[in-house]
């Protein structure tokens, strides 16, 4: 599953080796917030590149909706997430 982090807390101690694994992996993308006028971007890490369309729009999707704080620091990526509990 890919896992999104917020990429001001990538420097982060208590994210570098989870991060450093997943860099190793597969080459992040950046992911930037979807509504105007935000910069707040998030670094995806893990997602197939088969399936980095999706993953992409689903990241999107929390991002609206963690909009304007972005308090999430780490963001999951998956089908199961776009709908909140």
């Known amino acids: 599953m890919a896992k999104a982090y917020r990429t001001d807390v990538i420097g982060k101690k208590k994210f570098e080796e989870e991060i450093r694994q997943r860099r190793s992996a597969l080459k992040p993308e950046r992911v930037p917030c979807p509504l105007a006028g935000c910069e707040c971007t998030y670094e995806m890490y893990g997602q197939n ?3 980095l369309e ?9 991002l ?4 304007p704080d972005h308090t ?4 999951a990526v998956n089908e199961f997430r776009k709908v909140p509990r």
């Not at 999706?54 to 929390?62: H, K, S």
């Not at 609206?64 to 909009?67: D, F, G, P, T, V």
């Not at 999430?72 to 963001?75: A, G, H, I, P």
């Open 72 to 75: 999430s620091e780490v963001l």
């Open 64 to 67: 609206k909706r963690e909009h």
């Open 49 to 51: 590149p088969s399936k």
């Open 54 to 62: 999706d993953g992409v729009a689903t990241l999107q999707e929390r």
